[in-house]
Every structure is written in structure tokens, then in C-alpha cells.
């Protein structure tokens, strides 16, 4: 039996890091794949070294996170479980919700999975993810501020050996009220920025928690993907954290 090594420092009580913040700053900040935990009752049957993979969890995409909430003092809610246990990013119904088959990677685990093992996991890891979202929303409401909604990962410099040319790539569906005027702001903060507008892949992925929270509420939302060789270690985070504040403080003030 494989175990991947936790970013978490001990064994965590909760599927989800739950950072408070000023409910009337306008802003909620999600992050769908931070951990790449695995609990010790559930063996998915993979490799240690898959674990450090993007197949796992979104690197360097919790730092930026935790680093970006605390600049802004903005609520932040970040899965403390992997991926490959159930995808927070994809709708209920949607085919690739438990991973089966994962850039390669077989999850023997999840081979067999039926509906009520899915079920079972939607309630401990998937409910809670979106509660904790909920919840951040409705208080942002009560104080008055409906919050823009941002969910921030990491994507893989290369895919099927193709160099990908973005650093950072901002993605949305139908709603580009604050998209637009992030890639302009990240434009204009560096010069030698390659931004992806709904780049390295398109934004509109039904069920996904964008469109579970933003899209569904009428809020305005953005998904950010920064590029994972550019936040895998501390001074790329913080670098990044440093650039999303300065480019959201203004349009969130505005």
C-alpha cells in the first residue's frame, strides 16, 4: 500500500483549510486542488512518486493561496485532500468526478468504484468543500458585499510534450465582468507576461465551482492557472501572491 507525503504538518480534521477574513472585502478565494493527501482508511493503490504529481493536487497553487488571503485579508477555503479521491472541480454527475485513469496513471482504487462509494465520498470530502464555500458567500452577503468569486491552480509547463507559453492564464465561462479587466491589470503589472485569456484550456466547465458558486449566484468570478514551475518554491509564491494583490486591490476597490 502507497502513501503520498502530505503538505500537512499533521493529519487533518477537517477536508478543508478554512482561512477566515473580512467578510466585506469583496472577495472569496477557493482552492479546489491544494492538498495532495490521502486519509489512511482509503488506498487508492498509487505510487508514492504520482503523489507529487499535478495528478495529485495543483503545486504550489495552496502557498500562493494562503499567502494571497493573508495580504487581502480575504476568506480562503483549500481542500485538505487530493484529488484523486474525488475532483471538487467537476460537477456531480460528471464522468471524471473519481478519476479512474489520470494523465497515464492508473488509480486502481477507483477502479471499481460504484455509486454509493461515490456518494459516500461526495459527503465527506466534496459536501463540506462546497459548504465551506457557501458559507463564505452568505457572509460576504450579510455584510453587505457580494464577493467576487476566485479559484486559484497550478497547470504543467508541457502537455503531450508541447511547451505551454503561458505563465499565468485566466479562465471564465459566459461572465467576463471581472476576467477582462484581470488579464488587462496582469498585462499591465509586467510587460513580459504572457497572459492566457481562457488559456492553456477554455473556462465553462459545467458543475465545476465556478458555476456552482459564481455562475449560479450571478457573481461576478475568474479561475486563475499559474504555471507550476513558477510557484514550486518559496520565492515564486510569494513573488505571485505580491503580483495578485496588487493587480486585485484596485479592481476590487473598484
Known amino acids: 500500500m502507497t502513501r503520498p507525503e502530505t503538505e500537512a504538518a499533521a493529519l487533518p480534521e477537517h477536508p478543508c483549510e478554512i482561512i477566515p477574513g473580512d467578510p466585506a472585502c469583496g472577495l472569496v478565494i477557493a482552492c479546489d486542488h491544494a492538498s495532495n493527501f490521502v486519509p489512511p482508511d482509503i488506498d487508492l493503490g498509487v505510487p508514492a512518486a504520482e503523489f507529487g504529481r499535478h495528478i495529485a493536487y495543483d503545486i504550489g497553487a495552496a502557498a500562493v493561496t494562503r499567502r494571497l ?19 471538487p472541480n467537476r460537477g456531480r454527475a460528471d464522468p471524471t468526478l473519481v478519476m479512474r485513469l489520470s494523465d497515464g496513471a492508473i ?13 459516500a465520498r461526495i459527503a465527506r470530502f466534496y459536501a463540506p468543500f462546497d459548504a465551506a ?12 458585499r457580494p ?9 504543467t509547463p508541457y502537455w503531450r510534450g508541447i511547451a505551454r507559453p503561458w505563465q499565468v492564464g ?8 471581472f ?11 509586467h510587460a513580459g507576461l504572457t497572459v492566457g485569456d481562457n488559456q ?8 465545476d465551482t465556478i458555476d456552482r458558486h459564481a455562475t ?3 457573481l461576478p468570478n475568474a479561475l486563475v492557472e499559474i504555471r507550476q514551475d513558477l510557484i514550486a518554491g518559496e520565492t515564486g509564491q510569494g513573488e505571485w501572491a505580491d503580483r495578485f494583490t496588487r493587480v486585485l486591490r484596485p479592481l476590487l476597490a473598484a
Not at 464555500?133 to 452577503?141: C, K, L, S, T, W
Not at 476576467?179 to 503589472?189: G, Q, S
Request: hydrophobic share 45%.
Open 107 to 119: 488509480v486502481p482504487g477507483n477502479a471499481r468504484i460504484d455509486e454509493a462509494g461515490k456518494r
Open 69 to 87: 488571503a493573508a495580504s487581502l485579508n480575504a476568506p480562503a477555503i483549500l481542500t485538505n485532500f487530493s484529488r484523486l479521491i474525488i475532483d
Open 200 to 207: 492553456p484550456y477554455g473556462g465553462g466547465l459545467p458543475g
Open 179 to 189: 476576467a477582462r479587466p484581470l488579464i488587462r491589470a496582469l498585462e499591465e503589472d
Open 147 to 155: 464577493p467576487v468569486i476566485l479559484t486559484m491552480h497550478s497547470f
Open 133 to 144: 464555500i457557501d458559507a463564505a458567500v452568505a457572509a460576504a452577503e450579510r455584510a453587505g
Open 216 to 218: 449560479a449566484r450571478g
Open 170 to 177: 485566466i479562465l471564465y465561462d459566459r461572465d467576463e465582468r
